[in-house]
């Protein structure tokens, strides 16, 4: 297949939207909750092995599955909140010990989940089977997968900002990020937004493992890849910003794209890392992260 | 006689005794010990080196690296390419020196980031290096991964039992001095210790190469008893956290919490990896440093106070009659 280079920067936008996905469940979890979840690309894995079992196991589509491994993580992420980060939260002197703190308890995290992966799934790598048609769309090889996997991400992507913006309680999400003391004050519910606020990053995170499942092989190692591709989305659009980190994981895709097609597959991680770098001495706060 | 009173004003002469019976102790166990001993008491002295560097930098700055694994490994590697060039001190040196330089790169690129910005960064550089490394390997040697020879274990065991003498001084000086005040504000608010004069960047970035310096030479120390390295070996991000937990569950303010932290850690990793397979590390790994951190925030140093002050309570009671005297003579 020749790879020419719109094909490779379109392809590198459809994969670029389950990044955004993945990137806007993290930085709500950074933004409200406080949390650097690095277990957060091992949600994605589980719930992308899940999928393929649940696919194989009752034979229904990674779509319907992933309304089931969303909510499945929604619950996970809201217990881990509701049990161990409001505990730490309480207790902890300072902002900053927290942060520390929690990503401490969040690496923990990951290895356990890892653990019961792998004693659970073992080191298969599965096959992508689902809406593997091709479709030729202005001189472009395009698959199907890639393009459904794109829609999905972009329609929840809109619908988070949405709800962010104008419900109410997204209203008390964005309160709360703000400044959860006067938020309490207001009448907020604050543990509670907190509580929600983590398990919806969950949620995408478990939306966006089916949706990975869909494109590419999953595997019971996705999950430490996928928490640095969405550690660097996140800085790049600004740590807490929804809109920032959706534009954000379609650049990183469309360079992963373009330096899995054009260089070394090995060298992708670099790169993102250089990127990061360049970023972060130019503009510490990301692209649309505030001061 | 008080004993607790006795802890108080007794309390560096006893610390004293206490660490020089721990080094000849020891130093000693090459004569009684086999050299699965030695092997063992050399892995948790590189433990050590790595928790207190960590503690050194990160304790008292506040500033969260998770960089640890990336100098130990730059030492690994310093190692597996210098091995049959140069003798083993001077390969010591250059693991130090590299690692130094590379931290000072890292920490004037990166230390005028705040809070959480750093932890990420560091914590991407462990991959990057990994990456990046392993291309290297690829593209210019066609092979992955090196053996490294073995050497005398008891020789690797002083060299060990130096460096960790040495870190554990080189951080008492360092927190004694003006400078360790300074990284003391810092962690306090950074802020106002800026406004206080303190250049806060320079300290920062200067600890941050000094600890890495000791993280080297241990992955130097390290190299010959892993016997064979490759990325994933050498820059594997256990090494960035074990010394974490470590350091947290004996407690960050202090020297000796991350020593005990070390030797609880590294007996039980030996443990645990030699009875159960090894994927179960990971799980009891992971448990143990979720349930350290949010049991134990201040580590087992921030129980002792709590405790001596239970004991003295205890030991007031029981000598009541006695007490009661001497505050009437007084």
Known sequence: ?291 | MDITRLFTTHRKLLLTVFLVLLLVLVATVPLYGGPYHVSVLTFVLVYIILALSWAMFSGTTGYMSLAPAVFFGLGVYSMALLQYELPFPIIMVIGGLVSFAFALLIGLVTLRLKGMYFAIFTFGLVVFMNKIIEYMETNIRGQHGWAIAPMNGTMLLYTALGLAVATVFAIYFIRRSKYGLAMMSIGGNEEAAAHMGINTTSVKVLTFAISAIFMGVAGVIAAPKLGYVNTNIAFATTYSFMPILMAVFGGIGTLYGPVIGAVVFAYLELMIRNELPSRYFQLIFGCLLVLVIILLPNGIAGLMPMLQERLGRLIARLGKGGQAEQHANT
């Open chain 1, 1 to 291: 297949m020749l790879e020419t280079l719109p094909q490779l920067i379109v392809t590198g936008i459809l994969a670029g939207g389950v990044y955004g996905l993945l990137a806007m469940g993290l930085t709500l979890q950074y933004g409200v909750c406080r949390v650097l979840n690095i277990t957060h690309g091992e949600f994605v894995m589980l719930s992308a092995v899940l999928t393929f079992t649940l696919c194989s196991e009752l034979g229904i589509n990674p779509l319907v599955a992933a309304a089931i491994t969303g909510p499945f993580m929604f619950v996970i992420g809201f217990l881990f909140q509701i049990i161990l980060y409001r505990f730490l939260r309480a207790r902890s002197p300072s902002q900053p010990v927290f942060e520390g703190s929690a990503l401490l308890v969040a690496f923990g995290l990951m290895y356990v989940i890892l653990f019961i992966a792998q004693n659970e799934w073992g080191g298969l790598r599965l096959p992508v089977y689902w809406l593997t048609q091709k479709v030729m769309f202005a001189g472009m090889t395009l698959f199907l997968n890639q393009i459904v996997a794109f829609a999905v991400s972009v329609a929840l992507g809109v619908a988070i900002h949405l709800f962010l913006s104008h419900s109410r309680l997204g209203r008390a999400i964005r309160a709360t990020a703000e400044d959860p003391a006067t938020a309490g004050l207001m009448g907020v519910n604050t543990n509670m937004i907190l509580a929600v606020c983590f398990g919806l990053g969950a949620l995408l995170a478990g939306i966006a493992g089916p949706l990975s499942a869909m494109i590419t092989a999953p595997s019971t190692t996705m999950g430490f890849q996928n928490t640095v591709i969405a550690l660097i989305v996140v800085v790049l659009g600004g740590l807490g910003s929804v809109p920032g980190s959706f534009i954000a994981g379609i650049i990183i895709g469309i360079v992963s794209l373009l330096v899995m097609g054009l260089w070394k597959p090995i060298l992708t991680v670099p790169v993102y890392y250089a990127l990061l770098m360049i970023l972060l001495l130019v503009r510490p706060a990301g692209l649309l992260g505030k001061k």
